[in-house]
């Protein structure tokens, strides 16, 4: 009896102080009229130039032809989001502000519409759940690294990085990817990490030297395009995968070649289960 009477007591003191709890959520951010702003940053001259982009949720354009180091501008409706510009010598970080509330679900714009110079540079990309459109032919890029989260992207080299690349790197998550031209990024090695998504991977233009691709995801679509006439070499290792390749490839296993004249391009795919089409 006395423990039940205990029982009794211990629920209406939780209810009694239910009662009187009350928790402070933060206030949801409101859009406001659109803000625009331009970004200006000049060349710092320097042998080791980092270029850094931090970029939540939005629309993000990158285009050679700035007459800085980074030239453009930018549109947003919600105040915590004012771009903030750090320099310090040869590192340059745009970064977009962080909001102090809840994020507006509706109603929100931000956009950034960014040119980038020819100066020799690393670029660094971080993003998370936004649209993307670069076009990143004619630069003098030394690396780029880009890590995004849910995001549809759309990458273009037009025509050949002025500078021999050491490194392109690219993590994702479930996103919609589409890498065009990258013979022409001049790479010496390429990194791409990606989750369950649809990704295509498009090695048009003109490959000057040997190159190694590494491509590792999840459950995905893969598309890898390489132009007849290119040496080729792709290593399939991989579980529940469905492989097509167009004519002109020999197999052997899980390698698959290509003969052409020139440099090679040795690509290894790593893929748990999904889809994965070579074509020209």
């Given at each position: 009896?006395?423990?039940?009477?205990?029982?009794?007591?211990?629920?209406?003191?939780?209810?009694?102080?239910?009662?009187?709890?009350?928790?402070?959520?933060?206030?949801?951010?409101?859009?406001?009229?659109?803000?625009?702003?331009?970004i200006?940053?000049?060349?710092?001259?320097?042998?080791?130039?980092?270029?850094?982009?931090?970029?939540?949720?939005?629309?993000?354009?990158?285009?050679?032809?700035?007459?800085?180091?980074?030239?453009?501008?930018?549109?947003?409706?919600?105040?915590?989001?004012?771009?903030?510009?750090?320099?310090?010598?040869?590192?340059?970080?745009?970064?977009?502000?962080?909001?102090?509330?809840?994020?507006?679900?509706?109603?929100m714009?931000?956009?950034?519409?960014?040119?980038?110079?020819k100066?020799?540079?690393?670029?660094?990309i971080?993003?998370?759940?936004?649209?993307?459109?670069?076009?990143?032919?004619g630069?003098?890029?030394?690396?780029?690294?880009?890590?995004?989260?849910?995001?549809?992207?759309?990458?273009?080299?037009?025509?050949?990085?002025?500078?021999?690349?050491?490194?392109?790197?690219?993590?994702?998550?479930?996103?919609?990817?589409?890498?065009?031209?990258?013979?022409?990024?001049?790479?010496?090695?390429?990194?791409?990490?990606?989750?369950?998504?649809?990704?295509?991977?498009?090695?048009?233009g003109?490959?000057?030297?040997?190159?190694?691709?590494?491509?590792?995801?999840?459950?995905?679509?893969?598309?890898?395009?390489?132009?007849?006439?290119?040496?080729?070499?792709?290593?399939?290792?991989?579980g529940?995968?469905?492989?097509?390749?167009?004519?002109?490839?020999?197999?052997?296993?899980?390698?698959?070649?290509?003969?052409g004249?020139?440099?090679?391009?040795?690509?290894?795919?790593?893929?748990?289960?999904?889809?994965?089409?070579?074509t020209?």
């Open positions: 009896m006395n423990g039940k009477i205990i029982s009794v007591l211990l629920v209406l003191a939780l209810a009694s102080l239910a009662c009187g709890f009350t928790v402070d959520l933060p206030n949801q951010v409101k859009a406001g009229p659109d803000v625009k702003e331009s200006t940053v000049a060349d710092p001259k320097s042998e080791e130039t980092r270029v850094s982009l931090s970029f939540g949720a939005g629309n993000l354009t990158l285009s050679p032809g700035a007459k800085n180091l980074v030239d453009g501008t930018v549109v947003y409706n919600v105040e915590d989001l004012k771009p903030e510009i750090v320099e310090d010598g040869g590192n340059v970080e745009i970064k977009q502000g962080n909001f102090n509330g809840i994020p507006p679900f509706d109603g714009k931000n956009e950034w519409d960014l040119k980038l110079g100066s020799p540079m690393d670029l660094t971080n993003a998370g759940a936004y649209s993307g459109e670069y076009e990143l032919g630069l003098a890029l030394k690396s780029l690294t880009i890590s995004d989260g849910a995001a549809d992207v759309s990458l273009s080299f037009s025509k050949p990085n002025l500078i021999e690349m050491t490194e392109l790197r690219y993590s994702t998550g479930a996103s919609d990817v589409r890498l065009e031209g990258l013979a022409n990024a001049n790479f010496s090695t390429l990194v791409f990490d990606g989750g369950a998504g649809d990704y295509t991977l498009d090695f048009s003109e490959l000057q030297r040997d190159a190694t691709v590494s491509i590792d995801s999840g459950l995905s679509d893969l598309r890898v395009v390489i132009p007849v006439g290119v040496n080729a070499i792709v290593t399939i290792d991989g529940l995968t469905d492989i097509n390749a167009s004519d002109g490839w020999s197999q052997n296993g899980s390698v698959y070649t290509q003969k004249e020139g440099p090679t391009l040795t690509i290894v795919i790593n893929m748990g289960a999904g889809n994965i089409t070579i020209d």
